[in-house]
């Protein structure tokens, strides 16, 4: 099973700053295949990025992917109030599927 | 748009069954891999079972093996969780959601509250 750890368990950052969330991967990653997800409060999951670095549709510019070997980051710029929310990454490139445990955003 | 709604969540104790259902809408059911995701009060998201278009083919996380089957109704536009031997642990809200040919899931439903408590 693929583990990914997220860091840093939670943020927080002013409006207008960038966030920059990581996700690292126990293993090589199939085709990159790793998606991140904004849950808010009371609220199914949003997809954000998927294939490690393609936005849904949808979805702001502000957010964007990358990868480099088993890391992965979520970049979000110019944060806003509404960018609050619990952020997940997932890999579905092996079974199983798994998610990290999340990276708590917080807007000051 | 995609619409998926599921219902059958509810309070059962341990030991106990549920049938949770997903009814979809907005896309054409049966050319979709379909999901089921779980998520504990508190807790992140952990997915629990997949299911193909025909049907043929399922997989399960480990923690439900044995005890859960995922099926679907493509005359119906539906998808169904079959909970048996519900645990503590499994109390959870569940989500169905509908996805991508690579495997994420951009459409997901609201959830429905399962709680397995004597």
């Known amino acids: 099973e693929i583990v990914l750890t997220q860091s840093p368990g939670a943020l927080s950052l002013s409006p207008g700053e960038r966030a920059t969330l990581s996700c690292r991967a126990s293993q090589f990653v199939p085709s990159a295949y790793v998606a991140w997800y904004q849950q808010k409060p009371g609220q199914a999951p949003r997809v954000l990025i998927y294939?490690?670095?393609s936005r849904a549709t949808g979805i702001t510019d502000r957010f964007s992917g990358s990868v480099s070997g088993r890391d992965f980051t979520l970049t979000i710029n110019r944060l806003e109030p509404e960018d609050i929310a619990i952020y997940y990454c997932?890999?579905?490139?092996?079974?199983?599927?798994?998610f990290g445990q999340g990276t708590r955003l917080e807007i000051k | 748009q995609v619409q998926l709604v599921e219902s059958g969540g509810g309070l059962v104790k341990p030991g106990g069954s549920l049938k949770l259902s997903c009814a979809a809408s907005?896309?054409?059911?049966?050319?979709?891999?379909m999901s089921w995701f779980r998520q504990a009060p508190g807790k992140g998201l952990e997915w629990v079972s997949y299911i193909g278009g025909g049907g043929a083919t399922i997989n399960y996380a480990d923690s439900v093996k044995g005890r859960f089957t995922i099926s679907r109704d493509n005359a119906k536009n539906s998808l169904f969780l079959q909970m048996n031997s519900l645990r503590a642990e499994d109390t959870a809200v569940y989500y169905c959601a509908r996805d991508d040919s690579t495997g994420y899931s951009p459409h997901w439903g609201q959830g429905t509250l399962v709680s397995v408590s004597s």
């Open positions: 907005g896309f054409t059911f049966s050319d979709y891999f």
């Open positions: 294939g490690a670095s």
């Open positions: 997932q890999q579905y490139g092996d079974s199983p599927i798994t």
